[in-house]
């Protein structure tokens, strides 16, 4: 387990933007799931308020979407996001250019919850064990001791749901994938929906 540089690809990744189709109703159980559904309709609000109100043609398809995020990040970066948006007023803007910027400014804000995030670091800590030979708690050591932007990344930034489906997904991880390759597989598809946009 390469820990010194957990994961470029991730930090360089595409911005996690979920296209229309990407949007999947209401999530299981999980205990954030009220908070991400009050984060979620609060998002909407603010897309729908910055395009025209209650009218905007993707309210409905907003309001369905499951985001990865974590509540807090999501609030987040909607702050951020309307912000940016109003100072621009009727200024031309490039919305992956905001989104980018927010994504940062929210990323390197979030408080990363490590004990919520359990789940998460002990799929990891499993993999890098079974595949790596890594001692667990050198895993979690060495993910504790990395600075928050980085667990942010890694892990903080995802919700309940998100982080079960990254360490299911790094248990059924074959041993014969590279690290780095199996790692991008699990995060692939959290990262394409952490934020929902039309």
């Not at 025209?52 to 951020?80: Q, V």
Request: hydrophobic share 40%.
């Amino acid at each position: 387990m390469r820990l010194a540089r957990p994961f470029a690809w991730l930090l360089l990744a595409p911005l996690g933007l979920a296209p229309l189709g990407m949007a999947c109703g209401p999530a299981a159980s999980y205990p954030d799931s009220p908070a991400i559904a009050a984060a979620q309709g609060a998002w909407c609000d603010a897309l729908a308020k910055l395009n025209g109100g209650t009218k905007w043609d993707h309210l409905a398809d907003c309001k369905l979407a499951t985001p990865t995020a974590e509540p807090a990040y999501l609030a987040g970066f909607t702050k951020c996001f309307v912000k940016r948006r109003e100072e621009l007023g009727d200024k031309s803007y490039d919305q992956g250019q905001i989104a980018a910027e927010c994504r940062d400014e929210t990323l390197y804000k979030l408080k990363v919850d490590d004990a919520a995030a359990r789940e998460a670091i002990d799929g990891r800590c499993r993999r890098a064990l079974r595949c790596e030979k890594t001692e667990t708690s050198v895993c979690k050591s060495s993910l504790a001791n990395l600075p928050a932007g980085q667990r942010a990344v890694l892990y903080g930034i995802y919700n309940a749901q998100a982080r079960h489906q990254l360490a299911e997904c790094l248990d059924a991880s074959s041993c014969e994938t590279g690290e780095d390759a199996a790692n991008a597989a699990c995060y692939k598809p959290l990262e394409e929906k952490l934020i929902w946009f039309p």
